[in-house]
């Protein structure tokens, strides 16, 4: 019987490894050449105008209209010479992608290219369009972008992109990056004010931010064959293979041909782009694969991101293939996440997670370090939130994911640092004591990176000179969680900064206040450190003893939005205000009604359209022979039995399908979005997703594989 798994199987028979043309083995001779980066602007602006451009750029100091039109125009001219032909504003509205509105360089009217600065400083795309979360007022639907200077424009295809942000016309924020400069120049501030303690020569301090994205390849006729990766970017049925990934022998295995060159050709895309792609290898389960850059400024890197996904996507279709980035899209294998790992850089160039050899430094690293566990501490429901999407809940606690309890992650060096400090006591340090031999804290291994013992069951890890989050789901867009990892730091270092100073005007010596003060948020944070295994059971057992939260589910996950705290930490600098907040909660639970609303349709289509009359099929066939056995007098209780159970299991699956469509019914009426959004996790996903998957897995195993329509895992995911 010719089905479309049948069809996919012959043409992935046929399918060569495509041809790659990188365009130099040299990669100095093409890294960042279709980005209209610093040097670029170096060679095509006047120099005066360049300073100023440099300035606005690394400062973020303000363009003035007349710096607007000099780069416009060089980067026309730049990006024609290019082959572009079309500009865009190219942003990150709240559906999780990125949007592009192209315009023409071409003046008809004229008869010659333009760009004039204000449409590089401003674009007017219909907001309509893009979700809002009830700020559009409907007779406004206007949205505005504007330009973010200090992410670099690039040339994609015919296409020159300007990264912007997205707000109303009301000036609220549309998108992921305007909250994330905010919250970028909120830590700046903070951080600052802190590091000027020790060192009074830092004027500025960046968070930097290097993403490992990980992610499955499959070919593209097997995904096209199966309707629900192409509907909700997963598999909702599937037996396991006979082979999954117990063997571990996927993991930093050979990477098959196909991928290789897949990899190779989208690296070189990247590259071009000047994005720093550094690392590729196999992950943990079959046909997946990670992808690291270099670390650089966040919004740099959040943005590279986001086009990265865009390369991936369009490269694979060059090689036939089909890049997954849903955060679980086979069951019963590891899911796919994104580390942020994240640290902050001063101006003078100093890591302030990097241990030193000096004593001294290494009480300001203590003093970020601190703060930093205090923050998550204080804020781990944020975070949670923060990461919160029906891809990443299957993903998170899942076995092979971090739980979805936040804990930090330190090693036990660092871990025996802060033990002693907490158990010195209110020491007294006399003069000429050498303080920080007197407070442990002079013997901080300098070069971590190597000991730190890697634990990777902990969602939040020190790794020796940065921190990284490693509950973020492969699907997301990095902006969100770190700007809350921004907001929530900075908000602790500005309390730890107002402590220190009230201490310091009572006659208390500084040093002494800081050690102090660290010793108490020690204290206050313990609970947020656990060293063990983080997918254990007994550690979430342990994790609730200690009052540690463990929300599943990202409709009451989401709630961490709205509390009073939250409100307050995202007030600093205005980066979401309460209204924006709840906009943003709404988007994304209306997201989550939409994925869980999709799945459970595509699950019912499949098992009326394809499982049930294949199974019924097969039944009858066996029903045939059990007849035919019997007039022969041959036993035929096997086939029987066989009959009964394929009975079974139609059964369970006829009327899952039948009460959880009925269920919907209810559920799409209600009216309150949070409870629908409740309703849609608990009375659809929790009830039904389970059992029916279930029955039609077993169905997968009793029927003639000749005839199942859907490709199976062993096909989709030995690929070579
Ligand atoms: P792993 O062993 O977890 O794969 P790597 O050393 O490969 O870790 O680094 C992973 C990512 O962390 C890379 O993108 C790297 O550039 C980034 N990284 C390294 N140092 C820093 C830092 N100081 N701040 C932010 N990211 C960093
Ligand atoms: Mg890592």
Not at 466 to 478: L, Q, T
Request: net charge negative; charged share 25%; proline share 4%.
């Amino acid at each position: 019987m010719a089905n479309l798994r049948t069809k996919a199987l012959e043409q992935v028979e046929k399918r060569k490894v495509a041809e790659v043309n990188t365009p130099s083995e040299d990669i100095s001779k093409f890294f960042g050449v279709d980005s209209f980066g610093l040097d670029q602007m170096r060679e095509t602006l006047a120099p005066a105008t360049y300073k100023e451009a440099e300035d606005a750029i690394l400062n973020g100091k303000k363009i003035s209209p007349e710096l607007s039109s000099a780069i416009a125009a060089a980067v026309k001219t730049w990006a024609i010479s290019k082959g572009a032909k079309h500009y865009t504003h190219w942003f990150q509205p709240l559906t999780g992608d990125t949007a592009e509105k192209h315009d023409t360089f071409f003046d008809a009217m004229k008869g010659i290219e333009i760009f004039k600065g204000s449409a590089l400083i401003r674009q007017e795309p219909d907001a309509s369009s893009f979700p809002n979360g009830g700020i559009r007022s409907t007779f406004e639907a206007r949205g505005y972008t504007a330009w973010d200077p200090s992410s670099p424009m690039f040339v994609w295809g015919e296409t020159l992109c300007i990264p912007t942000i997205f707000v109303s016309y009301t000036g609220e924020s549309l998108d992921n990056k305007a909250p994330l400069l905010k919250s970028v120049d909120t830590i700046d501030r903070a951080a600052t004010r802190v590091c000027k303690f020790f060192d009074r020569n830092v004027s500025k301090i960046t968070p930097s931010l290097g993403c490992e994205q990980e992610y499955f390849v499959v070919d593209k006729a097997f995904y096209n064959a199966r309707p629900d990766l192409v509907l909700a970017g997963r598999t909702v049925f599937g037996h396991n293979p006979a082979k999954g990934q117990q063997l571990d022998d996927h993991y930093f295995g050979s990477i098959p041909n196909r991928v290789l060159n897949y990899m190779k050709d989208f690296e070189a895309e990247a590259l071009k782009k000047g994005i720093p792609v550094s690392t590729r290898h196999n992950e943990v389960a079959p046909s997946q694969f990670e992808v690291a850059p270099l670390f650089e400024e966040i919004n740099k890197a959040t943005d590279h991101n986001q086009l990265l996904i865009d390369i991936m996507n369009k490269v694979a279709e060059r090689h036939d293939l089909k890049v997954l980035f849903h955060e679980k899209p086979f069951a019963g294998l590891n899911g796919s996440g994104k580390h942020n790992n994240w640290s902050l850089i001063t101006n003078t160039g100093v890591n302030l997670f990097q241990p030193s050899s000096s004593a001294k430094e290494n009480l300001q690293f203590l003093t970020f370090f601190v703060n930093t566990l205090m923050a998550v501490y204080e804020h781990g429901d944020l975070l949670r939130a923060s990461i919160a999407s029906a891809g990443n809940d299957h993903r998170l606690g899942a076995n092979e994911a971090p739980p979805a309890i936040i804990s930090a992650f330190i090693g036990s060096q660092l871990s025996a640092v802060l033990d002693e400090l907490e158990n010195n006591g209110n020491i007294k340090v006399e003069k000429g004591d050498n303080m920080y031999m007197k407070l442990g804290i002079d013997k901080i291994p300098e070069i971590l990176l190597d000991n730190t013992d890697r634990n990777r069951t902990s969602p939040f890890a020190f790794t020796g000179n940065k921190f990284e989050f490693r509950a973020p789901g492969s699907d997301i867009n990095c902006a969100a969680p770190m700007t809350v990892l921004n907001v929530i730091v900075a908000d602790r270092l500005n309390t730890f900064a107002d402590e220190v100073d009230a201490l310091v005007e009572k006659g208390e010596d500084r040093r002494i206040a800081i050690v102090n003060i660290l010793r108490d948020y020690i204290k206050a944070s313990k609970a947020i450190r656990f060293e063990g295994d983080g997918y254990s059971k007994a550690w979430e057992e342990e994790a609730e003893g200690r009052g540690l939260p463990n929300v599943k589910n990202t409709p009451e996950a989401l709630d961490a939005y709205l509390t009073e705290k939250s409100i307050q930490v995202f007030s600093h600098d205005n980066v979401l205000t309460e209204k924006e907040l709840e906009a943003r909660r709404e988007i994304l639970l209306e997201n989550y009604i939409r994925k869980i609303q999709i799945e459970s349709r595509v699950m019912g289509d499949l098992a009326s359209n394809h499982v049930i009359p294949t199974a019924v099929k097969y039944q009858n066939i066996l029903i045939n022979n059990a007849k035919g056995l019997k007039e022969l007098g041959v036993d035929n209780s096997a086939v029987l039995s066989t009959i009964e159970k394929i009975s079974m299991h139609l059964a369970v699956l006829r009327n899952g399908i039948k009460d959880m469509t009925n269920e919907r019914k209810r559920v799409n009426d209600i009216e309150d979005v949070r409870d629908q959004a409740i309703a849609y996790c608990h009375d659809i996903k929790d009830k039904y997703f389970d059992e029916i998957r279930r029955a039609v897995d077993k169905l997968e195993l009793y029927v003639d594989d000749e005839d199942w329509p859907l490709v199976k895992y062993r096909e989709m995911l030995f690929l070579r």
